[in-house]
C-alpha cells in the first residue's frame, strides 16, 4: 500500500505567539488504498509540522519536519500563506487553510 499526503489541502494553526517568535503548527489528512476495492482510497489520519517565524527577521524555522513531506513542500506552502496573510492584515492569524489544485 501507498500512502500519499493531501498536501493540496493544508490547515495552519497559531500554537505560541510572543514578542520574539510566532509558532505555527501545520496538518494535511493521510490517505492509503482501502483493502476492500481495487482503486479507492481512505483516509487513514492526519500529519503534522511545526514551524517558527522570527518577527524582527521574518526569517523562518522549520521545528518539526512534517512525515512524508520530504521535499518541505507542505512546509513552504504554509509558510507562504502565513507571510501572504502578515503582509496583507499586520497581524498573525489564529487558523488559515491552504488550497491548491
Same mark, same amino acid.
Given at each position: &500500500?501507498? @500512502?500519499r499526503l493531501e498536501s493540496q489541502c !493544508? $490547515?495552519?494553526q497559531k500554537d505560541i505567539e510572543n514578542n520574539e $517568535?510566532? +509558532?505555527y503548527l501545520f496538518a494535511c489528512d493521510v490517505? +492509503? *488504498?482501502d483493502p476492500r %476495492? @481495487? @482503486?479507492k %482510497? &481512505? @483516509?487513514i489520519g492526519e500529519v503534522k509540522g511545526l514551524f517558527r517565524i522570527d518577527k524582527l527577521t521574518y526569517d523562518s524555522t522549520l !521545528? $518539526?519536519?512534517m512525515e512524508g513531506d520530504s521535499f518541505n513542500h507542505c512546509y513552504q506552502n504554509a509558510l507562504t500563506k502565513v507571510l501572504n496573510v502578515y503582509n496583507e492584515k499586520k497581524q498573525y492569524s489564529s *487558523?488559515?487553510?491552504f488550497h491548491s489544485g
Open positions: &500500500m501507498s @500512502k !493544508l $490547515y495552519i $517568535y510566532v +509558532d490517505w +492509503d *488504498k %476495492f @481495487k @482503486k %482510497f &481512505m @483516509k !521545528l $518539526y519536519p *487558523k488559515l487553510a
